[in-house]
């Protein structure tokens, strides 16, 4: 199993861009989320998934926008890229309680 | 707002030595606490986690309390090696695996 991975590693926008983070996981787990970590700071969630089809907002979702129309596929959009969306960006799945992180994917914004 | 945190930002131990990583909570309704490490680089690794049923749980070389009454968890780590460098996050999980994470606490270890 390649567990949960994360495309690009690495990636710079201009203000106002737009693009998607990917996300996939090959352990057919129902759970998955997207949380971004800035500097010093711990996780803050952004959207989360319980199922295809089924995606809720978490504690920073302004800004991003998901879609699950998979169980494997979870995709982060940014719509217009701004400097305070300049973070690293972790997706996560899991089945019941313990949730497995991707590697991340380092955002920087102009 | 932050309904996790934890007491120190750095956390300094000789090799060898247990370290003791605390966090605290404000929600006496809370009843699952994970324990996740972060090396640089990589995502959050799961280590442990907790149920309000519980006040102790061990793994190997850790151990996490949970004091409900002071709403008050630990992780100790056991005989700390050069790998155990990290920064280890509690997090609260509040149901359908939204986690809400605390600020971390980095261990260093000194030879």
């Known amino acids: 199993n390649a567990g949960v991975t994360q495309t690009p590693k690495f990636q710079v926008l201009k203000t106002g861009q737009s693009m998607t983070l990917q996300c996939a996981q090959d352990m057919n787990h129902e759970y998955m989320s997207w949380y971004r970590q800035d500097p010093g700071m711990g996780l803050r969630l952004i959207h989360y998934s319980v199922g295809a089809g089924i995606t809720d907002q978490g504690e920073v979702p302004n800004g991003y926008n998901v879609s699950r129309s998979t169980t494997e596929d979870f995709p982060l959009r940014l719509l217009s890229a701004a400097p305070s969306q300049t973070s690293v960006y972790f997706c996560?799945?899991?089945?019941?309680?313990?949730?497995?992180f991707g590697p991340g994917t380092r955002l920087t914004v102009l | 707002g932050e309904s996790v945190g934890l007491h120190l930002p750095t956390l300094s131990v000789q090799e060898g030595d247990n370290s003791i990583i605390n966090c605290a909570y404000s929600?006496?309704?809370?009843?699952?606490f994970i324990w996740y490490k972060q090396e640089s680089g990589k995502g959050p690794q799961f280590i442990i986690d907790i149920r309000s049923n519980m006040d102790k749980r061990q793994g190997q070389r850790v151990t996490v309390l949970l004091n409900k009454t002071v709403k008050h968890l630990s992780l100790q780590i056991a005989a700390t090696q050069p790998g155990d460098s990290a920064v280890y996050f509690c997090a609260e999980n509040q149901g359908a695996q939204k986690l809400v994470f605390g600020q971390g606490t980095r261990l260093t270890i000194n030879p």
């Open positions: 996560a799945s899991s089945k019941r309680d313990e949730q497995f």
């Open positions: 929600n006496s309704a809370s009843d699952y």
